[in-house]
C-alpha cells in the first residue's frame, strides 16, 4: 500500500496548460483503469474531477482531462484560473478492495 | 442532494477510542459501498476502509488494521468507524465519501477532526 507518486508542486500562469503525473505500479495504476483525480481547496473537502481515467462528473469544467499511459496517470488543466489553485491528488483501485491515493501536488497559480 | 456529515471527533488520549459517526441523506444508502479516507494535518489523503452495501465486506489499510473496525446501520443511514488503541500518528481530520461503480469517491463529507494527544 504505497502511496502513488506525484510532484510536491507545480505551478502556471492564467491561460496557460499543466499536466500532473501520477506513478504507481503494476499492482494499482498499471493493472486497472480505475484513477480517479480530486481537487480540494484549503479548508473543504475533495472534490471529484475525473474518474475512470478520463471521465469527467457532471458539473466538472472539460478543461479538466485525465489520461492514463502504463504505471502513470496525468491530469491535464487548460486554460488555468485562479480558481484552478488548489491541491490535487490522484487515487486508484490497488485490487482487494482497496484504494491508494497519490501524495497530492499542491497547484499555484502565478 | 447527497449530504454526508461526520460526527465524533475529538481529543482522546494515546491508547483510547473513539466512534466516528457519518449520516448520509439524499440517496439510498443501502445500495452503496462507503469509504473512510483521513488527512493528517498539513499532509495528503490517506485511504482508511471501506465497506459494502450490506456490511458483509470490509477492508482496511494496514495502519489500522486490528484497531479500527468499520461498520454500518443501513435503517439509520449511518456508518462507523470505531477507532481503538489510539496513536499520535491517527491524528487526522477523517472524511467519510460514497463510491461509485468504478471506484470513484463521488461524495465527501466536510470531515471530523481527530487529536490523539496526552
Not at chain 1, 505500479?25 to 483525480?37: A, I, M, Q, R
Not at chain 1, 482531462?65 to 502504463?70: A, D, F, N, P, T
Request: overall charge positive; glycine content about 12%.
Amino acid at each position: 500500500q504505497s502511496a502513488l507518486t506525484q510532484p510536491a508542486s507545480m505551478s502556471g500562469s492564467p491561460g496557460q496548460s499543466i499536466t500532473i503525473s501520477c506513478t504507481g505500479t503494476s499492482s494499482d495504476v498499471g493493472s486497472y483503469n480505475l484513477v480517479s483525480w480530486y481537487q480540494q481547496h484549503p479548508g473543504k473537502a475533495p472534490k471529484l474531477m475525473i474518474y475512470e481515467g478520463s471521465k469527467r462528473p457532471s458539473g466538472v469544467s472539460n478543461r479538466f482531462s485525465g489520461s492514463k499511459s502504463g504505471n502513470t496517470a496525468s491530469l491535464t488543466i487548460s486554460g488555468l484560473q485562479a480558481e484552478d489553485e488548489a491541491d490535487y491528488y490522484c487515487c486508484s483501485y490497488a485490487g482487494s478492495s482497496t484504494l491508494v491515493f497519490g501524495g497530492g501536488t499542491k497547484l499555484t497559480v502565478l | 442532494e447527497v449530504q454526508l456529515v461526520e460526527s465524533g471527533g475529538g481529543l482522546v488520549q494515546p491508547g483510547g477510542s473513539l466512534r466516528l459517526s457519518c449520516a448520509a441523506s439524499g440517496f439510498t444508502f443501502s445500495s452503496y459501498w462507503m469509504h473512510w479516507v483521513r488527512q493528517a494535518p498539513g499532509k495528503g489523503l490517506v485511504w482508511v476502509s471501506r465497506i459494502d452495501s450490506d456490511g458483509s465486506s470490509t477492508s482496511y489499510a494496514d495502519s489500522v488494521k486490528g484497531r479500527f473496525t468499520i461498520s454500518r446501520d443501513n435503517a439509520k443511514n449511518t456508518l462507523y468507524l470505531q477507532m481503538n488503541s489510539l496513536r499520535a500518528e491517527d491524528t487526522a481530520v477523517y472524511y467519510c465519501a460514497r463510491v461509485g461503480k468504478k471506484w470513484e469517491l463521488d461524495y465527501w463529507g466536510q470531515g471530523t477532526l481527530v487529536t490523539v494527544s496526552s
